[in-house]
T-cell receptor, first 115, second 112 residues
Framework: NAGVTQTPKFRVLKTGQSMTLLCAQDMNHEYMYWYRQDPGMGLRLIHY???????AKGEVPDGYNVSRLKKQNFLLGLESAAPSQTSVYFCASRDGLAGSNNEQFFGPGTRLTVL | AQSVAQPEDQVNVAEGNPLTVKCTYSVSGNPYLFWYVQYPNRGLQFLLK??????LVKGSYGFEAEFNKSQTSFHLKKPSALVSDSALYFCAVRDYGNKLVFGAGTILRVKS
């Protein structure tokens, strides 16, 4: 199993450009999450999904959009990148069994710089 | 809302000595608590979790955590630190809607 993979690993954008980050998991997990990590702030939830075709806003959703057209993929889009979106982005997934408190599995991260 | 706090930005310990990384929580209802570790340029890895039951939880790589309800704490511990334990450690609590809320993280430096 590859677990959770993220594409690309690094990216540099200019202000106003758009891009899509791809997250894929091969564990048949129901739940998927997108976080951003900034120094001294831990991980903050951007958007998440509780199943194929569903999405929901997290703590810091502004400036981002997501889609979950297939169960194994969760896409994070930046329509018009801003320097404030310079960060490391992590995707995670977890089992969705009813009443489950299973841990989340994380991808390796995408380092995004917006100039 | 559920929250966790990690009061120390950095913890320094000598190899072979015991280590403690602190975490306190604030929740409505029963807490579901987690510890994760992040090595440089890597994603987070799960260490252990507390759901119910025994207050001392054992996890990966020889780590354990002690749940203390009266002090609302969930400190991460290891009896004998290794240089390879040097990393960034996150405490997290389950929030409503199957989400996790993370602390700011604590850098652990183990010196030989």
């Amino acid at each position: 199993n590859a677990g959770v993979t993220q594409t690309p690993k690094f990216r540099v954008l200019k202000t106003g450009q758009s891009m899509t980050l791809l997250c894929a998991q091969d564990m048949n997990h129901e739940y998927m999450y997108w976080y951003r990590q900034d120094p001294g702030m831990g991980l903050r939830l951007i958007h998440y999904s509780v199943g194929e075709g569903t999405t929901a806003k997290g703590e810091v959703p502004d400036g981002y959009n997501v889609s979950r057209l297939k169960k194994q993929n969760f896409l994070l889009g930046l329509e018009s990148a801003a320097p404030s979106q310079t960060s490391v982005y992590f995707c995670a997934s977890r089992d969705g069994l009813a009443g489950s408190n299973n841990e989340q599995f994380f991808g390796p991260g995408t380092r995004l710089t917006v100039l | 809302a559920q929250s966790v706090a990690q009061p120390e930005d950095q913890v320094n310990v000598a190899e072979g000595n015991p280590l403690t990384v602190k975490c306190t929580y604030s929740v409505s209802g029963n807490p579901y608590l987690f510890w994760y570790v992040q090595y440089p340029n890597r994603g987070l890895q799960f260490l252990l979790k507390y759901i119910t039951g025994d207050n001392l939880v054992k996890g990966s790589y020889g780590f354990e955590a002690e749940f203390n309800k009266s002090q609302t704490s969930f400190h991460l511990k290891k009896p004998s630190a290794l240089v390879s334990d040097s990393a960034l450690y996150f405490c997290a609590v389950r929030d409503y809607g199957n989400k996790l809320v993370f602390g700011a993280g604590t850098i652990l430096r183990v010196k030989s």
